[in-house]
Nanobody
Framework: VQLQASGGGLVQPGSSLRLSCAAS????????VGWFRQAPGKERLFVAA????????DYDDSVKGRFAISRDNARNTVYLQMNSLQPEDSAIYYC???????????????????WGQGTLVTVSS
C-alpha cells in the first residue's frame, strides 16, 4: 500500500483544515489507517485512527471533539477534518496503514506497516 498525504498549510488559530490520505497499490485488502503528527524535535504522536469499515474510530484526548477521521473506500482515501486549530497542533502530519488482522486500533507507530510522506500544518497568527 502506498500512501500520499496532502492538505496541509498555514492557517490562523481557530481555523479548519482537511487532510487527505490517498492510498494506492493493494487497496483491496482491509487495512486500518492512523494519523500521527510530529513537531520539530519531538516524537511522532498518535492523533486518530479508523477501521476499514469506518465504524470504529479512536482519537487522542488532545484532539477529541475538534478532529474527525473518516474514510471513503470507493476513493481509497482517508480524511482528517481538523477544526479549531491551535498553534500546538502545528506539526508534520503523517498517515499510516495497518494491514494486520488485529481488531483494535493501534496508537503506536511501530504497529503500522506503511507510511505516507507527511504534510505540514502550521497554525500561527
Amino acid at each position: 500500500v502506498q500512501l500520499q498525504a496532502s492538505g496541509g498549510g498555514l492557517v490562523q488559530p481557530g481555523s479548519s483544515l482537511r487532510l487527505s490520505c490517498a492510498a494506492s497499490g493493494r487497496t483491496d485488502s482491509a487495512y486500518k489507517v492512523g494519523w500521527f503528527r510530529q513537531a520539530p524535535g519531538k516524537e511522532r504522536l498518535f492523533v486518530a485512527a479508523v477501521t476499514w469499515t469506518g465504524d470504529s474510530t479512536d482519537y487522542d484526548d488532545s484532539v477529541k471533539g475538534r478532529f474527525a477521521i473518516s474514510r471513503d473506500n470507493a476513493r481509497n482515501t482517508v480524511y482528517l477534518q481538523m477544526n479549531s486549530l491551535q498553534p500546538e497542533d502545528s506539526a508534520i502530519y503523517y498517515c499510516a496503514a495497518d494491514i494486520s488482522s488485529l481488531s483494535y486500533l493501534p496508537r503506536t507507530p511501530f504497529k503500522y506497516d506503511y507510511w505516507g510522506q507527511g504534510t505540514l500544518v502550521t497554525v500561527s497568527s
